[in-house]
């Protein structure tokens, strides 16, 4: 069975407005990645990389972490929604 992907091909919905997150906070994907770390997520430099070109799909509870992270809800992360 092919997994999901969006109509475009893409393996995720948040790259996008993550990598745009990250800009915001001015914050290196290396600093990201530490704090995930910090959470207990075990994600590296080379992961949110992936996430971000959506070449890798994201659990339900990464996204609930980087809404921690970064203080938006899931639906923005998700939706680009407030």
Known sequence: MPKPRTETGEKNLVGARLKLLRA????S??????????MGFDMDK?????I????????????????KVFKVSYQYLIDGEE
Request: charged content about 40%.
């Open 29 to 38: 994907q290396r600093d990201l990645a530490r704090r995930l770390q910090l």
């Open 52 to 67: 971000e070109t959506n070449k890798r799909y994201v659990t339900d509870l990464e996204i609930r972490a980087l809404a």
């Open 46 to 50: 080379n992961v949110i990389t992936r």
């Open 24 to 27: 915001r906070e001015k914050m």
